[in-house]
Structures are given as C-alpha cells and as structure tokens.
C-alpha cells in the first residue's frame, strides 16, 4: 500500500485537511445533500446522501502526488464505515477541467480496494439551463451492503430527467 499524509478532522467545521509535502493545502468535507431526494417518488426510502468536495486551498501549483490520491482514499474509505451512507461527487468545471477530475476519480476508484465492497456508478449530465447546455459529471459511491441501493441507483439514474424538468 502507497503511503499517505496524515490528515486531521476539524469537527468543528466539519472537514478533513493535511498538507503535502511542498506544504499545499487540501481540504476533504462531506456535505449532507438532498439532489437525490427530488428525483425519486415519495415514501422511497433513500438513507444519509453525501456530496464529497476536495479542495487545493493552496495557491501553488500542484504537482502530481501519488500521496494526495491515497490520503484522499483513505478519508472516504473512514466515510464508507457507516455501510448506509451514500456518496455523490459531481466535478467543478469553473476551470474547464470537470472531464480531468472526473478521470482521476475514477482511476483512484479502480486502481484501489474500494472496488471489493462499494459500487461506484458514473452520470453524465446535459441539461439546459436556459442560456446553455450545462454538463455535469458525476459519480456516486455507496456500500454494497446498504439496504437503499436500489433506491439510491433509481435516484441517481433520474438526475438527468428531473433537471431536464420530467416528472417522475
């Protein structure tokens, strides 16, 4: 296993962070999020849905870093203890790199052991946004044992319709 930097969790505002060894900033927080939550029927049972951001709070340039991807796979390994909570990833695209960070996280998922007990489905997005076409990509990840996974992959299969402004 690739070694990792140490991380604290700063419980009062919720995030994790560490520092690399060129003394860039990065910051891990899980969100309680409820996107899903609108694109599935009533009385569907969804349990605790997660949005997952990673942050550079650095300035600097970032180099590659086989030790940022194992930090960062060890805090959602630690989020994934909790077998019922679901996690959804949806790539900033302000810098016109959502594709790249997209790859990325799915090269972490596959080159690591996650892939023995959490499922980690992809969705790419279009819809319209009144003045452009807007593409998301998104990812979520839940634990094969949760009992909801049928509901969260329904949910999570409907996005693209209930931002296109479908009715269930």
């Given amino acids: 296993m690739s070694k990792q930097y140490n991380y604290t ?12 060894k060129r003394q860039i900033e990065y910051r891990v927080a899980f969100y309680e999020d409820f996107t899903l939550a609108t694109c599935i029927g009533d009385g569907l049972e969804l349990g605790n849905i997660y949005q997952i ?19 960062i796979k060890n805090i959602i390994t630690t989020f994934f203890e909790n077998t019922q909570d679901a996690l959804i990833y949806i790539c900033d695209d302000n810098d016109k790199k959502a594709f790249q960070r997209f790859a990325t996280f799915e090269r972490w998922y596959n080159k690591s052991n996650m892939t023995n007990y959490i499922i980690k489905l992809n969705n790419i997005i279009e819809f ?9 990509y998104t990812s979520l990840m839940y634990h094969k044992e949760n009992a909801n996974l049928k509901n969260i992959e329904e949910a999570f299969n409907n996005i693209s319709n209930t931002l296109n402004g479908e009715k269930l």
Wanted: zero cysteines; a negative charge; hydrophobic letters at 30%.
């Fill in 53 to 71: 951001t990673i942050d550079r709070i650095s300035t600097e340039p970032a180099p590659f870093d086989l030790f940022v991807s194992e930090t």
């Fill in 9 to 20: 969790f700063n419980s009062d505002s919720g995030y994790y962070t560490f520092l690399t």
């Fill in 128 to 136: 319209d946004s009144g003045s452009e076409i807007i593409k998301l």
